[in-house]
């Protein structure tokens, strides 16, 4: 495996990509709190398709740019990945290598799910493809179409929760960050990746939703200013 053949990292390299890694959880939590909350979260109303497909009409510039800022967002996320490979394939490169393959996975699910969002987009405006529907159904289409892109949003958070406990279990084997850090981190992850599970299972696990999320938005923020700010410790544990 050329993994394993890779030339050791220095410690400045360490210290920059320490920082890469640190700079891209910030920029990727507040590109994904801007898409999330202020976007989809102004936009989209569960409860009537009809309302739903009005504010994409209305705002459609807005909706456009929240789903430019997701492409960023997972942009940003595999600059992270990569960052954070380069950072700790020497602790265990094996491992680091699992990490990174469940993070590609959430990546090619969550870039396949903006995609469905551009469907909801072309049905609202019209051609031949909607002629044969009425608006009513039209909304019910565009309604599908970002139930399907919510639900891919959703699902793409397992391995991503599975990808970020295996790197959170290498910084706590590194000793590069504090050890309670790395420790929540493991905990924040697997939380994600189990409420996402149970959402899948049933739907009522989604009034959860804070509990599920806010645990993992903690340790990405504190890693983040952590790695950003203060690097890496000197020495390994």
């Known amino acids: 495996m050329t993994l394993a053949l890779q030339s050791p990292v220095s410690l400045a390299d360490r ?22 909350a202020y976007v989809r979260g102004s936009l989209l109303v569960g409860e009537s398709a009809a309302k739903t497909a009005a504010n994409l009409i209305e705002s459609n510039l807005l909706y456009r740019v929240g789903l430019v800022t997701d492409l960023l967002t997972f942009t940003g996320v595999a600059v992270l990945v990569w960052s954070l490979y380069q950072l700790l394939r020497e602790v265990d490169h094996r491992l680091a290598a699992l990490a990174v393959l469940f993070r590609l996975v959430e990546l090619g699910v969550h870039f396949s ?16 493809y909607t002629h044969g529907f009425e608006p009513q159904q039209v909304h019910g289409l565009v309604g599908m179409a970002l139930r399907a892109q919510m639900a891919g ?85």
């Open 113 to 128: 799910a903006i995609g469905l969002g551009v469907v909801a987009l072309s049905l609202l405006a019209g051609g031949e």
């Open 153 to 237: 949003l959703g699902i793409g958070f397992i391995p991503l929760g599975l990808g970020s406990a295996v790197f959170a279990l290498l910084l706590l084997r590194s000793g590069y960050v504090p050890r309670l850090l790395a420790a929540w981190g493991v905990f924040a992850s697997l939380l994600l990746a189990a409420y996402s599970f149970g959402v899948v299972l049933s739907p009522n696990t989604s009034d959860y939703f804070y509990v599920g999320m806010l645990p993992m938005f903690v340790y990405e923020v504190s890693l983040g200013a952590w790695l950003l700010f203060k690097g890496t410790k000197t020495s390994t544990q």
């Open 15 to 36: 210290a920059r990509f320490a920082r890469i890694a640190g700079g891209m959880y910030l920029l990727t939590v507040a590109l994904a709190i801007f898409g999330e």
